[in-house]
């Protein structure tokens, strides 16, 4: 049976909610004028902001540039470029001109670009750089319907491609003759218009265009709101890649709550911003955790002696402490004691490298170890993890902080319906549910029935308060010879909890008649390790294939396999001598393994376990 868990002030506020994303943006910009919207760094590494007043006369003049274009309601504009707060203004003008954006990721190869851009029928590209515009030269022919190309650095030739501030003066000049242009293309979106175009990751094969409405995006914002849980005095750091579908929720929660937004798309930057802008909450994927994770972990083991035993001591204490205040469970005056004691001297460590204001993190993108996510509890940083599909426009599930539960993706959105299928398939209903593929109406009927539940692939479980569980995805279950099925993804997040250096683990074994693994390692935890132990200046494949890696991994394996049933334990494995990469083709955009490249990519190394 459908599940709703919602109570009526928060149905009150999704069902009430605003039904165009470009009117609650310019409402934001009218009532908040002077107070900060964005803040973002620049060459040099300080910091700017402006304010949301600011920012509504840049979009104004920046859609009418694109009105001036010829860009009319609900054409596609796409945006391919990293995380920066030209992308934040780029997104806010196309919607503001009543058109769609099209995200491009800008690690995504000229090929899938050329199709994404002539499968939207984009009529106009915003692009990071010369290298992202000579992706648009090498295929131009393939694009006819591109009429222009705005450029944020980078070259431009006064004719194809012209730069964001020219694009802003010919806006200008546009509204000096137009006054109300802008205005007008706002009063006529309507909730059902298209905003976004989102292209799936293409993990099984060619990019699908996810057709999200305006509806949607603040329905995601709304839910945020009855939620209670952010307000105005919040401040985030985003750096997510705003062409992923998780970016786009936090961006859509910003403008109908009002708090500001620290912008900077370069991951090895995350850790350092978090020390200068002291946010209260941030969006990451699991992979940022992981790594956070494993360099704690790695540098206290370096470390060694006293300090190393005090941090395994303080683990120990934090985990117990943590379990049984989530158990509701009293804690007695000694653990008590203790907790206070590895707090001062463990704990509060770790959240001062997140800049000691953090009030939670939200995870998802992908599935979180349920041992990482106790291991920050227990040192007082709460993630919240959630669920979500593009389909979904990204949010469907989230953990709160007066309710979560470590190991779930938390309860359904409120105004949403859930049900798990009889074959175990959580199939979901609501505002957030895409309209449709673009393109491609066979897909679309098969994934959204006629009732409008969305087939989401994954497999999972509802406790009795509401709690979704996911327990594997229908396409990467497999079955040894054995007759037993296995769940690969379950492994691999029990792994990544065990094993700190770990970047990736891939479990192999359909129709074999075992399981086995093929493991990468995080390339900064191997360069840690390497200086640590005297291997300065070797290679990262010279020091993963080393005696004394091997058996640090092996150990872990022994103790993966101590926890999964027998015909799910690891017999064979081999470490890789490269991490897996976007460039290799072994990566989605959005950092999702392409199971089936990295099988096919050694094949003749998975035949030799079995051989």
């Known amino acids: ?99 769609a954006t099209t995200t491009v990721y800008p690690t995504t190869i000229s090929d899938d670009v050329a199709y994404i851009l002539a499968d939207s029928e984009s009529r106009v590209v915003f692009a990071e750089d010369d290298e992202q515009v000579a ?62 175009l989102i292209y799936t990751s ?88 992981e790594k956070a994770y494993g360099r704690i972990v790695g540098m206290t083991e370096a470390e060694g002696g006293a300090k190393l035993k005090i941090f395994q001591w303080a683990e120990k204490v934090g985990l117990e402490y943590s379990r049984r205040t989530r158990a509701g469970q009293s804690i007695p005056l000694p653990l008590k004691l203790q907790h206070g004691l590895a707090d001062k001297l463990v704990f509060s460590k770790v959240r001062d490298r997140f800049g000691g204001r953090v009030r939670f993190f939200i995870s998802g993108a992908a599935a979180l170890s349920q041992d990482i996510a106790e291991w920050f509890h227990s040192a007082g940083v709460l993630i919240l993890e959630g669920y979500g599909l593009t389909e979904t426009s990204a949010g469907a599930f989230v953990n709160r ?79 040894t010879s054995g007759g037993k099925y296995v769940a690969p993804p379950h492994i691999e997040g029990v792994f990544k909890g065990i094993s700190s250096m770990t970047s990736q683990i891939i479990v192999h074994g359909n129709e074999r008649n075992f399981c086995s693994a093929l493991i990468t390692l995080d390339p900064d935890a191997v360069a840690e390790w390497a200086e640590a132990h005297g291997m300065q200046g070797k290679s990262y494949a010279e020091v993963v294939k080393s005696p004394e890696i091997h058996a640090i991994v092996s150990e872990q394996v022994e103790e993966l396999n101590q926890r999964l049933n027998r015909w799910e334990t690891i017999k064979k494995w081999e470490i890789l001598d490269h991490d897996l990469s976007v460039e290799s083709g072994e990566l989605t955009p959005s950092m999702k393994v392409k199971r089936a490249v990295v099988e096919a990519n050694h094949k003749d190394l998975l035949d030799s376990f079995y051989a």
């Open 135 to 196: 992706k648009l030269r090498e295929k131009r022919s393939e694009l006819p319907a591109v009429d222009k190309v705005v450029v944020f650095d980078g070259t431009t030739d006064g004719d194809w491609v012209i730069s964001f501030d020219e694009l802003e003066k010919l806006g200008e000049a546009y509204l000096a003759e137009h006054p109300d242009v802008v205005e007008q293309r706002v009063a006529a979106t309507r909730g059902d218009s298209l905003a976004t």
């Open 401 to 479: 902080p007066d309710a979560f539960k470590i190991g779930s993706v938390g309860r359904a959105f409120p105004g949403s319906e859930v049900k798990i299928a009889e074959d175990g398939e959580v199939l979901i209903k609501g505002p957030h549910v895409m309209e449709g593929y673009h393109n491609l109406e066979t897909e679309s009927a098969s994934t959204k029935d006629a009732d409008g539940w969305l087939h989401t692939g994954d497999e999972g479980r509802l406790d009795d308060d509401g709690f979704l569980y996911i327990t594997g995805r229908k396409k990467e279950l497999f079955k």
């Open 202 to 289: 293409g993990t099984t094969g060619r990019p699908k265009g996810v057709r999200l409405e305006h509806t949607s995006w603040t329905y995601e914002g709304a839910v945020i709101v009855a939620g209670g849980t952010l307000s105005e005095d919040d401040l985030q750091v985003l750096w997510l890649p705003m062409a992923h579908s998780f970016g786009k929720v936090l961006l859509a929660a910003q403008l109908l709550i009002g708090f500001p937004t620290a912008i900077d798309g370069r991951v090895p930057k995350i850790v350092d911003n978090l020390a200068v802008v002291k946010p209260t909450f941030m969006g990451a994927a699991p992979r940022i955790f």
């Open 1 to 99: 049976m459908p599940v709703a868990q919602a109570t009526a002030a928060e149905l009150e506020i999704v069902n009430n909610r605003p039904p165009t994303l470009n009117g609650v943006f310019f409402d934001r910009a009218k009532n908040a004028a002077n107070r900060e919207a964005y803040s973002f760094p620049d060459a040099d590494e300080n910091w700017h902001s402006i304010t949301w007043g600011e920012t509504g006369e840049r979009v104004t003049r920046l859609a009418a540039g694109l009105v001036s274009l010829g860009i009319e309601a609900e054409q596609r504009v796409a945006i391919a470029s990293g995380t920066r707060i030209e992308w934040i203004l780029a997104d806010l003008a196309v919607l503001a001109a009543g058109a």
